[in-house]
């Protein structure tokens, strides 16, 4: 009897629970989408579907143990959605379906979305263009999904249909200058997903740390992979080393954790690029293996921990073992990265050590070499021709044109977009990532209000939603050979994961846009407010995001009878611009102003009642 009671007891318990659980989440109405990057084409339509508790999933022609419905089916029950897969479409259901038919104009990544009266149908060609397709039904739920239940989500009617411009979306990490764990480069990856892009390059040695463990070669990661800490000093001014100080700064990647972030991409879709550097960036190396530095270098290498310029640590280039070891270190890359590309580096090897090497002077007269660069080029072909004996290709900084590059090497063009112009004319595949807009280690905004960044640089977040990845190509045919561009996270200036966010947020959501939506559907104003939400999103999943930046720009507009008109700008939707002309006295601008040749335009601007830039001068010329 006693046992009877408890056991109903506890059945009434399991019951409200349930019960509290179904109807604890709130209702909300979304009345407009904000998508990044922007679909190619979104039509709303009056009417909505409503997602909740009920709503199933079919998930038609691919399987319920496909892995992509998996990770999409997981995903919705984190945020207390439970949708039961079903075995035939019906009402309040979430499909989930390959094309039957390859719609030529998706492609392998595009997808369609159409929010229904009954339902939501996600389509496209494969599992890649799905995933995709949920990431854009992802950014249609509530901003605040992460941190609460919903348990119902009232979505307008729409259909999207999109698809990318560019097939290499990238993201670049270096993990030298600061080691980031695993479980942060996975929330890197995360990101990237969910913004659709779709190649990580991995920079995983550099002067400042060998970061990925190599059987052969242990001190690589036993001396290579650690350095003294510095992180309580400003990067540009750390002190130097004491007398055996102890290496407490580093780390390195395991094969079974790279194996392990391998997959956690591929499962988003998403490809790792390692990068080796060859022949400079190497202290790291040589203070492993001294042996492989330039017969006659006194010099003694350490793995760095600050500022290191001009880097002069440079394997010798008439040395077998260095080629040997070269050779041995890509038999050891090459298993653990599934992807077709490996990334040699080649770029700022200084070679003033080459000049007094006899060996390396003895390797140049054998070949019939004329100059240094050509060194460098021997080097980096002979290390090309090896990895392609194992099915891979190289890429290489744009140095690598210098001493002249093989026809099949892709050039990462970083110092301009000059070396990925001139690529690209001779032929080359290109991937774009100028300093000037790429580099998201430079400061967002002005450097007065920022976290230290790398010194008298700035990409601020409108910077980035300007570049054009083929400008200055005019011919298809060329333009055809730039893949696409990425944007590089250099960690000098960042040591832990919360200033890798900072830097990278919301800048990754403009580099996304460039890459993946058509000039036609670009259009700042609208990015603007959509990635104000976007920071709201990413707050809410735990992120951090910067601040960006508060300088306004001016523009002047001139109408038909000839009057001139000041048109401010900014960059942070809520950003209050005050100006004044000449008089002192400043008002709070809303909309052109009549200036006159020769005024000044003086502004200040304000966020949420604080100030956020110094003063302005604007010259109308
Ligand atoms: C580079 O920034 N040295 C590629
Ligand atoms: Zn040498």
Redesign the pocket.
Known sequence: MIKMRRYLYRACLVAVAAFLFASCGKKVVIDSYAIIPQPVKMELEKGSFTLSSSTRCYAGNIGQNDPSVKYISGRLRQWHFNPVLVGTPEANCLQLLINENYDAELGDEGYTIDVLKDGIVVAANTERGLFYGFQTLVQMLPEDIAENRYSKIQLPLCHIKDYPQYSWRGSHLDVSRHFFGVSQVKKHLDLMAHYKMNKFHWHLTDDHGWRVEIAKYPLLNDIGSWRVDRDDQPWGEADPAGEDEPRSNGGYYTKAEIEEIVNYAAERFIDIVPEIEIPG?CCAVLEAYPELACEGDDTTYTVQFGPYWPPRAILCGGSDSVMTFLKDIMDEIIPLFPYSYIHI?G??AVKENWQRCPRCKKRMKELGLKDFEQLQSWMIVEIEKYVKGQGKNIIG?DEILDGGVSADATV?S??GMRGGITAARRGNDVIM?P?EYC?FNFYQANADFQPPAMPNSLVTLHKVYSFDPVAGLHSAEQRRHVLGAQC?L?TEYINTPEMAEYMLLPRLCAMSEVLWSPQAVRQWESFRSRVARHCVRLVASDYRVGTGSFQPWMTLLKSDDGRLYAKLEWEVEGTHIYYHTGDGHFRRYTEPVEVKKGTTVTTLSFYNGVLKEKAYDFEVK
């Open positions: 960036h580096g770029d700022e900084w990462m970083w110092q990532t300093m580099y590089n250099w």
